[in-house]
C-alpha cells in the first residue's frame, strides 16, 4: 500500500505561482511512475504530468506545458509540482497519484491506483 498526502495549494492571482508538494509512505515509492491530476467542478479528471521512477523522463499536458514542471525526490518520497504563469482556468483541486497498471496512456486515470486527498488551487483573474 502506498499512501499520498497532497500540500501547497490556496489562491494567488493571475500571473502567479504556486508549488505543490505530494509525500508518499511506502518502501516502494521510488518504483512507481507518479502523475498529477487535477479536476474542476463539473469536468471530468484531466492529466496534468508525470515522472517516471528515476525522475529523468517527464510528460506535461499540453495545457501546461511550459508553465509547470514535475520533479521527484525519491529520498524525501515526495513529488513536487512547480506552477508558474498561473492563470484562471487552471483553478481546480490537484491529485497526485502512483501508476499500478502498465499502459502506453499514461494520461488515462484509470491506470492509477494510489490517490491523494487533493489539494485545492484557486487563481483569481
Known amino acids: 500500500q502506498v499512501q499520498l498526502v497532497e500540500s501547497g495549494g490556496g489562491l494567488v492571482q493571475a500571473g502567479g505561482s504556486l508549488r505543490l508538494s505530494c509525500t508518499a509512505s511506502?518502501?516502494?515509492?521510488?518504483?512507481?511512475?507518479m502523475g498529477w491530476f487535477r479536476q474542476a467542478p463539473g469536468k471530468e479528471r484531466e492529466f496534468v504530468a508525470r515522472?517516471?521512477?528515476?525522475?529523468?523522463?517527464?510528460y506535461h499536458a499540453d495545457s501546461v506545458k511550459g508553465r509547470f514542471t514535475v520533479s521527484r525526490d525519491n529520498a524525501k518520497n515526495t513529488v513536487t509540482l512547480q506552477m508558474n504563469s498561473l492563470k484562471p482556468e487552471d483553478t481546480a483541486v490537484y491529485y497526485c497519484?502512483?501508476?499500478?497498471?502498465?499502459?502506453?496512456?499514461?494520461?488515462?486515470?484509470?491506470?492509477?491506483?494510489?490517490w491523494g486527498q487533493g489539494t485545492q488551487v484557486t487563481v483569481s483573474s
Open positions: 511506502g518502501r516502494t515509492f521510488s518504483s512507481y511512475n
Open positions: 497519484a502512483a501508476q499500478t497498471t502498465y499502459s502506453d496512456n499514461y494520461s488515462d486515470p484509470s491506470v492509477y491506483g494510489y
Open positions: 515522472i517516471n521512477p528515476a525522475g529523468y523522463i517527464t
